[in-house]
Each structure stands twice: as structure tokens, then as C-alpha cells.
């Protein structure tokens, strides 16, 4: 059944939804050209300047199972609702933040706000459209909105910060979330669970003390190397994630249903998904500096200088359904693993060349291969339980999105600045406290270099090589997420098997008649 009387109210109310994904994801990357002005302005260091990049993504990704299964529970409109009202209010706190840890704080509030809101989009998208060639249109357009926000991130920032200060890149959240929630009160239907079961406190916590610790040890190995706290934090998240699947499997109803991983296309699809987004923000976000600080653009033009990118992942919505006929689910998927590692592979040579040509042809190549990936990827997972649980299922989807966020600018950022500390030759003449600040980062390095000496075109040179390892590195892994799409996700048309259905190859979900509509 429809839970919307018409198809232009369901489309309408896809609108809605999708402006929520596209401000969240935008509001993920937007930071991004404004690292220097940050630097600069907060007197941020580069382990702050981390914090602040990836902290939001780390809160969303800690929340999203917890709030996809309230949302279940206590219904995905009001708890929408609730969080576009949240995250407004804490994008006034980030915009007017006089300190770099207030940004954090800031950052922490609107990851907590956008954990409440992303759920209920694909949740509310896998109920509205039942009919599963139009869901998977449907999706498209998600995913769409959710790699294009990423990309258009820069380019939003690079226009803000051409004529104001770092804090406008928050401000236009405000009058977004305000016709959010406008819309979303007249057009979005409320949907619910009507047999959720008990809320599991302590799955939820021990959800959010798994990847915290996990991730906070590979933030702190960077910056301080590995010692006690970082195999603590290590121990910690690992010991939290063991009981989390534990108490999942004995939990007449788990917050996470850790039986779909069964299946393989479902395993298959979330790792790829992981691993595409890992690929992408990872490199993305050094990429940004790397177009102003080496290539010497101002942010705007940074920004535009991304945008094929944007254009590409966009694209897609028109090619998806002929790639699955074409090719199969499994089979496309991989293709545009494929695509995207050959992008990387294009970016890490362009990035010596003078050209921007180059450039542009490895982000078009970037931006439709993660396109098309994430399209089917999250079709796959959402299709693979019913409509009853489309909270907290949906919400595998995008904390396997956030998780690859997270773990992109931790690791391929972190192997990026290790790189360039490795490199950098520091002049010898320099005061103790510039010669730091020229090992820490090339932002800070051409604080106290003059942007025409020797010594800054070397740490320019040794960020630029940087930058070429890790997209090789990159590359590499949508190689191996390319060869785990193609093993694990069914491409013959089908049914999604589900747990204990044998080797059924691919299910469509089908319409569940025990969803509530208020």
C-alpha cells in the first residue's frame, strides 16, 4: 500500500526528504576550504583541525542504529521533525563559535541533531514507495543528493567564503531546516513500528562506546603515536562491539538485526559501501586544501574546480536502471567500483600535471563510479528487511556511509599528514616555534613561509606527493571493494535471500501491511 493518496504527494514528499540528506551531507564537507581561514582565525592545530573535520561524522555514526530504532519506535516524522529543529539551533552555536573547541562542541551538537534526521529519510522513502522499480528511482535520487552534497560541499563554501567569514557556511542551514520543517509537517505521512518491542538501553551504548573508542585510537596513534590509551581505546571498542552483537543475538527484538549480515549480497553491499565513502571523503578532504594551497585557487574557484564530481554522481540517476539490466546488481556495482578507483588512479597522476583537465576527467570518474555503487548498495539493504523495521535498517545504510566518513579523514588523512611530515624538508633558520609549525601541516607551514620562497614550494611539492600516495592507496581499495561486490551481490534478477531462505539470490521487499500509518 502507498502511505501518500497520490504520486505527486509521494514525489513532493521525496523533496522534502531529500533536502534534509542533501543539507546533512553538504553540511559534512562544507568545512572543508575553510581549513585555512580556520587555522588561522581559532589558531586551530592540525589534530583539531581533524576533530572538527570528522567529529560530526563520528557522532552520526555512533547515533544512527539508536535513532533508526527509535524512530521505529516512537515514529520517523516526529523524530525527523524533531532533529531539522535541533540541528537549526546548533548551526547558530557552530557559526558563532569564537574558539576551536567550541566548534567541536558545536560540531558534537550537530551530529547528534543529524543522527535524529538521517534515518527517517531512507526509512520514510523505503514506506512511501512500495513499488519497488519506483523505490529504486526513488533511491537514486537519495543517493544522488547524498554523494552530490558531499561534492557540492566545497563549491557551497568556496562561494560563502569568496565574500564572507568561515561562520556563513552554518548559517544557511537555518532558513533550509526551516522549510524543512515547514514541508514536512503537511506533506510527510508519520509511520511506526506497531510491534517495535522493548528500547535496549544498553545496546545503545554499547553501540556508540564501540566505535567511539575504536576511532578516537586511531585519531590519537597519529598524533601522539601508539601507546597505553591507544591499545586501551582499541580493547575498549573492540570488547563493546563483541558484547553488542551478543546482546543483539539473544534480544527477542535487537536494536540491530545482526542476522542480515547472513546474507551475502547485504554483507557485501555495506562493505562496499564503507569502503566507497572511505575512498571519497578521505581524499576529499585533503583534496580541498590541495587545490588552494598547492594549486593556489581561491575557494571558490576550489570549489568549482570540484564540481565534475558533483555533475557525474548526478548523472547517475539516469543510468542506474539501464547499468542493472545491462549488467546485474552485483556486476554494477563493481563497475562502478571500478570507475572510481580509476578516477583515484587519475587524480594521484593529474595531481603533479598542470592541466586541470585532468583533474576534472578523474573526479567525473570519481564522482559516477561511487554514484552508481551507493545507488544499489543501499537499494540492496533497505530491500532486504521488511517494511516494519525500515528505521533501523536504513539506518545501516547511512552508518555505513558516516563510518566510511569517519575512517576516510581518520586514516587516508592521517596517512596524508604523516606523509608530509615525513617529506617536508624544515629550513634550519627558522625559530623552534616556526619550524614546528612547519612540520605540523602545509596550512600552517605557509603561515610563516613566504608563499615565493624555496621553502614553500618544497612543502608544497611534499603535500602533493602526499596526497598522490594516498589516492593510490585509495585506488586500491575500490579495487578489492570492487572484487567483494562482484563475489558476494547476486547480478541474475530475483529475490534477496533472507536469513535461513537457502541460496535464493535477490529479494525485492515486498510490501508489509503491518506498517502503521497515523
Given at each position: 500500500?502507498?502511505?501518500l493518496?497520490?504520486a505527486?504527494?509521494?514525489w ?45 561524522s ?13 524512530a ?40 547528534v ?20 522499480a ?9 543517493s544522488?543528493a ?27 542551514n ?5 522549510a ?16 517495535p ?30 601507546d ?11 570488547m ?5 552483537v551478543?546482546?543483539?543475538r ?13 546474507i ?27 587545490l588552494?594551497l598547492?594549486r ?29 539490466t ?29 592541466a586541470?583537465v585532468?583533474l ?82 602545509l ?27 594516498a ?10 571493494a ?37
Amino acid at each position: 500500500m502507498s502511505l501518500l493518496p497520490s504520486a505527486r504527494r509521494r514525489w513532493a514528499a521525496l523533496v522534502v526528504l531529500v533536502a534534509g540528506v542533501l543539507l546533512l551531507a553538504i553540511d559534512g564537507t562544507v568545512l572543508y576550504l575553510a581549513v585555512p581561514a580556520l587555522t588561522r582565525d581559532l589558531g586551530a592545530t592540525s589534530e583539531q583541525v581533524l576533530w572538527i573535520g570528522d567529529v560530526y561524522s563520528l557522532v552520526l555514526a555512533g547515533l544512527l542504529v539508536t535513532m533508526g530504532s527509535l524512530a521505529d519506535r516512537i515514529g520517523r516524522k516526529r523524530l525527523l521533525l524533531t532533529g531539522v529543529v535541533a540541528f537549526g539551533l546548533a548551526s547558530l552555536v557552530a557559526a558563532f563559535s569564537a574558539s576551536a573547541a567550541m566548534l567541536i562542541a558545536a560540531r558534537v551538537l550537530l551530529g547528534v541533531a543529524g543522527a535524529s534526521i538521517m534515518p527517517s529519510t531512507l526509512a520514510l522513502i523505503r514506506n512511501i514507495f512500495t513499488d519497488a522499480a519506483e523505490r529504486t528511482k526513488a533511491i537514486a535520487i537519495w543517493s544522488a543528493a547524498f554523494g552530490a552534497g558531499s561534492a557540492i560541499g566545497p563549491l557551497v563554501g568556496g562561494l560563502l567564503l569568496e565574500y564572507f567569514w568561515w561562520g556563513s557556511v552554518f548559517l544557511i542551514n537555518v532558513p533550509v531546516m526551516l522549510a524543512m520543517l515547514i514541508g514536512g509537517v503537511f506533506l510527510l505521512p508519520e509511520s511506526y513500528n506497531p510491534h517495535p518491542g522493548r528500547f535496549d538501553l544498553p545496546s545503545a551504548a554499547l553501540s556508540l562506546l564501540t566505535m567511539t573508542p575504536l576511532i578516537y585510537a586511531i585519531k590519537h596513534t597519529v598524533g601522539s603515536g601508539f601507546d597505553l590509551v591507544a591499545a586501551a581505546c582499541l580493547v575498549v571498542g573492540a570488547m563493546c562491539g563483541w558484547l553488542f552483537v551478543r546482546r543483539q543475538r539473544r534480544l527477542e527484538t535487537p536494536l540491530l538485526d545482526v542476522e542480515l549480515f547472513r546474507i551475502p549480497a547485504f554483507t557485501g553491499a555495506v562493505l562496499a559501501n564503507v569502503i566507497a565513502i572511505f575512498s571519497l571523503t578521505g581524499l576529499l578532504f585533503f583534496f580541498s586544501q590541495y587545490l588552494q594551497l598547492v594549486r593556489g585557487y581561491s575557494p571558490l574557484v576550489a570549489g568549482l574546480a570540484e564540481l565534475p564530481s558533483t555533475i557525474a554522481s548526478i548523472v547517475v540517476v539516469a543510468v542506474v536502471g539501464a547499468a542493472v539490466t545491462w549488467l546485474g546488481r552485483g556486476r554494477a556495482v563493481a563497475v562502478g567500483m571500478l570507475l572510481g578507483g580509476a578516477g583515484l588512479a587519475v587524480l594521484a597522476s593529474a595531481e603533479r600535471q598542470e592541466a586541470y583537465v585532468w583533474l576534472a576527467i578523474g573526479l567525473a570518474l570519481l564522482g559516477l563510479g561511487i554514484g552508481l555503487a551507493m545507488t544499489l548498495t543501499a537499494d540492496i539493504v533497505v530491500s532486504a528487511a521488511p517494511a516494519r523495521k525500515a528505521g533501523a535498517v536504513s539506518a545501516i545504510t547511512e552508518t555505513a556511509y558516516e563510518l566510511g566518513v569517519v575512517l576516510g579523514i581518520a586514516l587516508l588523512g592521517s596517512l596524508v599528514t604523516g606523509l608530509y611530515r615525513a617529506l617536508v624538508t624544515v629550513p634550519a633558520w627558522l625559530s623552534a616555534a616556526d619550524r614546528a609549525a612547519v612540520q605540523d601541516s602545509l596550512a600552517s607551514a605557509l603561515t610563516v613561509l613566504d608563499p615565493a620562497s624555496t621553502a614553500a614550494q618544497a612543502a608544497r611539492e611534499a603535500f602533493a606527493q602526499a596526497m598522490q600516495t594516498a589516492s593510490l592507496v585509495a585506488a586500491v581499495l575500490m579495487l578489492a571493494a570492487a572484487v567483494v561486490a562482484w563475489r558476494l551481490i547476486p547480478s541474475s534478477p530475483g529475490r534477496t535471500a533472507r536469513p535461513g531462505d537457502g541460496p535464493t539470490p535477490i529479494r525485492e521487499a515486498g510490501t508489509d501491511h503491518d506498517e502503521r500509518d497515523r
